[in-house]
């Protein structure tokens, strides 16, 4: 091969591999919205919430919890619109289940929670491993001793997000 076509074969090769790494987004980034996705954005009501088997909804009935969605976070509100917190996330719907990744950085590096949720009409079920290490839930369960909380929301109907301030971190 003579220098000069190697150099072009080597330019090429160069942008192919950049065009490639540009389309990967890196860990809690927001990312490209995939067209097939389902509609997650929006407000969203707690409903139901279980860990280690036990539920959560007697302990947090005053809390009235919501997640604003929108294409690149996931932010946390309890009763008065209090800010609780937020995540970026990634979501795979193509796998079973469907998988969604939450990031968060809370003084220190970004944790990635990996963990599962499904969309049905106006309900949306999430299963969160708090143990990262642990790995991904494989089924909707929240039994004891292994990490997973389990959500389960409905879309909100108008009027039930009232009283909630601006995210913080938007600012």
């Known amino acids: 091969m003579s220098a000069t076509l190697l150099f072009r074969f080597n330019r090429v090769l160069a942008l192919v591999v950049l065009l490639v790494a ?7 980034m927001p990312r490209l919205k995939d ?10 009501r707690m409903a139901s919430g279980e860990f280690g088997g036990k539920d959560l909804m007697e302990a947090n009935r005053g809390s009235r919890t919501h997640w604003v969605i929108t ?17 970026t996330y990634r979501v795979s719907p193509g796998v079973r289940p469907a998988e969604i990744d939450l990031t968060t950085r809370v003084d220190g590096p970004p944790v990635t929670y990996p963990c599962i949720y499904a969309l049905e009409g106006g309900k949306l079920t999430v299963c969160i491993q708090n143990f990262p290490e642990r790995g991904r839930s494989k089924g909707f369960e929240a039994k004891a001793d292994t990490g997973v909380a389990k959500y389960v929301f409905v879309r909100a109907k108008p009027g039930d997000e009232k009283g909630r301030d601006a995210d913080p971190a938007a600012k």
């Open 22 to 28: 540009a389309t990967i987004p890196l860990a809690g």
């Open 35 to 44: 067209p097939r996705e389902p509609q997650m954005e929006g407000t969203w």
């Open 71 to 87: 294409e690149s976070t996931i932010t946390i509100y309890t009763a008065g619109g209090e800010y609780r917190g937020h995540w």
